[in-house]
């Protein structure tokens, strides 16, 4: 009898912690899918429009579609070879209307990094941070430029930083994975990339 209320126990102390877990992960909110559907919607209806594609962009850089988000990068440059300098004219003016306005904010540091100025990029998106200390890809992006300026400790500093947050999200993995290969760390390197695999078939 003892053994079964043991086990009891055991199984709802475990469902509780899963629930905790699945709570603190990284999840698509109803008005962030309605976000995606909608600049898909105008991507899909103006198809060669460099600035549908570049804000598509950005709204999957902090979606968890990161991979998705450079693939439109590729396509604004396409369609337009010069569109960078003509986006940052436009973001800057919107992020001194909008200092508070995290996705705006966002979108200006994304684009100081679209216009290599990565040192920026970095300062709008630790104000993003501070903003909003959960927000798990301007952590991210962050150990992106890191890595890219060979600041790898860095790099490996905001991997973790960020999975801290959420352990659970595939992109961050493979950050920390590629910053470690880089670190001539191959057996943490082959880690974080297994287990980025792991959480992509999973669908994270």
Not at 22 to 51: C, G, Y
Not at 112 to 137: Q, R, S, T
Not at 165 to 189: C, E, P, R, T
Request: charged share 25%.
């Amino acid at each position: 009898m003892k053994k079964t209320l043991l086990l009891i126990a055991l199984i709802i102390v475990l469902f509780m912690c899963y629930k905790a877990y699945i709570a603190f992960s990284f999840q698509l909110t109803d008005d962030l899918k309605s976000e995606i559907e909608e600049k898909e919607w105008l991507v899909k209806v103006h198809p060669n429009d460099a600035r549908a594609h570049f804000e598509l962009a950005i709204t999957y850089s902090y979606s968890n579609k990161i991979e998705s988000g450079l693939n439109e990068l590729k396509k604004v440059d396409k369609i337009d070879p010069k569109f960078a300098p003509k986006a940052l004219k436009i973001y800057s003016k919107k992020a001194r209307l909008f200092p508070n306005d995290w996705k705006i904010q966002f979108r200006y540091a994304f684009t100081l990094y679209f216009n290599n100025k990565k040192k920026e990029a970095i300062k709008v998106f630790e104000n993003i941070i501070k903003m909003d200390p959960k927000n798990i890809f301007s952590y991210g992006y962050i150990a992106t430029i890191y890595g890219e300026m060979n600041e790898v400790n860095l790099a490996i500093e905001y991997s973790k930083k960020a999975l801290g947050i959420d352990s659970n999200v595939a992109a961050i993995h493979l950050l920390l994975g590629a910053a470690y290969y880089k670190n001539n760390q191959a057996v943490l390197g082959f880690q974080e990339t297994f287990e980025a695999l792991r959480l992509r078939a999973l669908g994270y």
